[in-house]
C-alpha cells in the first residue's frame, strides 16, 4: 500500500538505512565469530563493532553489552538469573517480566500509571533479603515515564538489585540516565531502527548472573549460542544514528500534542497527567471497541494497535490500563497511537482526519 501511515513504532519501528546498509554488509561476511582464522576474525570483528556502538548509546564499556536474541530474553535472562530469594515488579509491566517470574511481588500503580513508591517502602521493609526489583522506565502502551531515580534509591537504601527495561526508552531518551543508576538494563534492536530478533543486556559490573541460554562461551559465558552477527551488525548502527535524531525525537512531542489537542473532549488520553514519551498516546474513542477501531484505521491505511504488540493478534482490554483504575468497558475502547523516526506531521494530521470521521460516523449510527 503505497499511501500507508504507520503509527505503530512501539510495536516495532521501521529499519533504518544505516542499519539496512550495515546488514548488508555483513551478510557478505563468512565466518564463526568463535573461530580463530581470518573468516572467524572478521565476522568477530563486525560483532564487536557493533558491540561498541551499543556501548556508546549507554555510555559504558563494551564489556558491560551482552547480546540476546531480543527484548524478552534479556528480560527472562535477568529475571531468572540473577539469584535472589525476592522479586518485585509492577502491575503493568511487559509480558516477559510478569511471565517470568508468576510469583513476584506485584506493585500497584496510580491512576496515572506511577510506580506506588510507598508501597515499595512497604515491601522491602517487610522482607528478610534483598530483593530485584524490576520496573520498565518508559510503559509501551500509555508511554508513561517511571521515577526511576526515585525507585532507585529506595533499592539502593534496602542493598537490592535494580532491573530496568529500557526498550522503549532506549533511542528516545538518554540511555545513560539508567545505566547509571540500575544493575541491569535491556534493550532491544527493532524498538529503535535496528532489525527483529537482537536485544542486549547493559549490565553493571560484578553483578552476576546465571546465564539461562547454556552450552558454549559465547558473550564471555554470559549467554551461549552462535551470534546473530547481520542482526547485530543492524543493532549497532540503529543505535549510533539514534544517538544523532535525538532532535526529531523532541519534535515527535509537537505532532502528539496536535493529535489530542485536536481530538479534544471527544477522545479520553490515558497516562496524560504523567510525563510520558514525546511519541506515545494512549486514546479512547467511546462507545467504539479498540478492534473496531483498530480495523477501520487500517482499512484507511493506517497502522494502530491496541494495547501490546506481544499477543498473539488478540485485541483485548490492556492490562496496563485495568491496572491504572479503568473500567473495563472504558479500556476495551483504547487504542495506542505511536510516532517514530519517520513520522511526520502529516501522518498526525491524517490520523485526527480519520478518528474525526470514524467518531463522527459511530456516533450518527448509535443515535
Not at 79 to 99: F, K, M, N, Q, W
Not at 147 to 160: N, T, W
Not at 166 to 188: H, N, R, Y
Request: proline share 3%.
Amino acid at each position: 500500500m503505497t499511501d500507508a501511515c504507520y503509527l505503530d513504532h512501539n510495536a516495532t519501528t521501521p529499519l533504518r538505512d544505516a542499519a539496512k546498509e550495515a546488514m548488508a554488509c555483513a551478510i557478505e561476511v563468512t565466518g564463526n565469530a568463535s573461530s580463530v582464522h581470518r573468516f572467524g576474525r572478521d565476522q568477530r570483528k563486525i560483532i564487536e563493532d557493533a558491540r561498541q556502538q551499543v556501548a556508546n548509546l549507554a555510555d559504558v564499556s563494551p564489556a558491560n553489552v551482552i547480546f540476546t536474541s531480543g527484548g524478552s530474553e534479556a528480560n527472562n535472562t535477568v529475571l531468572r538469573g540473577i539469584a535472589t530469594s525476592t522479586r518485585i515488579t509492577s502491575t503493568i509491566e511487559h509480558a516477559s517480566v510478569l511471565d517470568a517470574d508468576s510469583a513476584a511481588i506485584r506493585i500497584d500503580v496510580d491512576g496515572n500509571g506511577l510506580f506506588d513508591l510507598d508501597a515499595l517502602q512497604a515491601t522491602h521493609g517487610d522482607l528478610d533479603a534483598p530483593a530485584l526489583v524490576s520496573v520498565m522506565a518508559a510503559n509501551n502502551e500509555t508511554g508513561v515515564i517511571q521515577p526511576i531515580a526515585e525507585i532507585a534509591q529506595i533499592v539502593r537504601d534496602h542493598d537490592g538489585r535494580l532491573h530496568v527495561d529500557a526498550i522503549q526508552w532506549a533511542g528516545k531518551l538518554p540511555l545513560f540516565e539508567l545505566t547509571v543508576l540500575a544493575d541491569a538494563v535491556t534493550i532491544s534492536a527493532h524498538k529503535l531502527g535496528g532489525p527483529q530478533g537482537v536485544g542486549a543486556i547493559i549490565v553493571r559490573d560484578g553483578v552476576p548472573f546465571e546465564p539461562i541460554v547454556k552450552g558454549g562461551g559465547q558473550e564471555r559465558r554470559r549467554r551461549a549460542g552462535t551470534e546473530n552477527a547481520i542482526g547485530i551488525a543492524g543493532f549497532g548502527a540503529a543505535c549510533e544514528a539514534a544517538a544523532l535524531d535525538q532532535a526529531h525525537y523532541a519534535e515527535l512531542a509537537t505532532f502528539r500534542d496536535k493529535i489530542e489537542a485536536d481530538l479534544g473532549a471527544q477522545a479520553r488520553v490515558y497516562g496524560d497527567k504523567a510525563t510520558r514519551l514525546n511519541n506515545t498516546t494512549c486514546i479512547g474513542m467511546p462507545g467504539v471497541s479498540a478492534e473496531t477501531q483498530v480495523m477501520a484505521f487500517d482499512l484507511a491505511g493506517i497502522a494502530i494497535s491496541a494495547g501490546s504488540a506481544c499477543s498473539s493478534g488478540k485485541v483485548e482490554p490492556s492490562h496496563v490500563l485495568i491496572a491504572m483504575g479503568i473500567d473495563h468497558d472504558e479500556a476495551a475502547e483504547a487504542v495506542r497511537v505511536s510516532l517514530g523516526w519517520s513520522s511526520t506531521m502529516q501522518d498526525a494530521e491524517r490520523f485526527i482526519d480519520v478518528w474525526q470521521s470514524l467518531r463522527s460516523r459511530t456516533a450518527s449510527e448509535a443515535a
